[in-house]
Nanobody, 123 residues
C-alpha cells in the first residue's frame, strides 16, 4: 500500500453520483489541509476541493454546489461526494495534502502521489 490510496472511481452517467475515498498515511494526513485534485486527458492537474484539519472546506468554481469534501480523522481518510456529475468531470482523481506533500533530500524534493482513481462520466 502506498501513502495515498484513492478508490471509488468508475463509469457514471451524467447527472449521477459517485463517492471517492482516499486513505492517507499519518504524516501526510496531519498536514494542515487535504485536497482532491483531478487531471483530465491532455490537461493539467487541478485542485478541486480542500478541507482543513478542523473541517473547513473550499471548492473550485467548476464543482461548487455539486461536490462535497469530508474527512474522517480517526481513519486518516478523506472523501469526495460527487453529485450531478457532468462529462467534463471525467478525469483521474487524486488526493494529497494542500499543497502536495514533498519528501526533501540533499538533491531536492519528490512530490508524493498515489495512483489516482478514474472517473468517467458518459451515457
Amino acid at each position: 500500500q502506498g501513502e495515498l490510496v484513492e478508490s471509488g472511481g468508475g463509469l457514471v452517467q451524467p447527472g449521477g453520483s459517485l463517492r471517492l475515498s482516499c486513505a492517507a498515511s499519518t504524516r501526510i494526513f496531519n498536514e494542515n489541509a487535504m485536497g482532491w485534485y483531478r487531471q483530465a486527458p491532455g490537461g493539467e492537474r487541478e485542485l478541486v476541493a480542500t478541507i482543513t484539519r478542523s473541517g473547513s472546506a473550499n471548492y473550485g468554481h467548476a464543482v461548487m454546489g455539486r461536490f462535497t469534501i469530508a474527512r474522517d480523522n480517526a481513519k486518516n481518510t478523506i472523501y469526495l461526494q460527487m453529485n450531478s456529475v457532468k462529462p467534463e468531470d471525467s478525469a483521474v482523481y487524486y488526493c494529497n495534502a494542500d499543497p502536495p506533500y514533498r519528501d526533501y533530500d540533499s538533491r531536492g524534493y519528490l512530490e508524493i502521489w498515489g495512483q489516482g482513481t478514474r472517473v468517467t462520466v458518459s451515457s
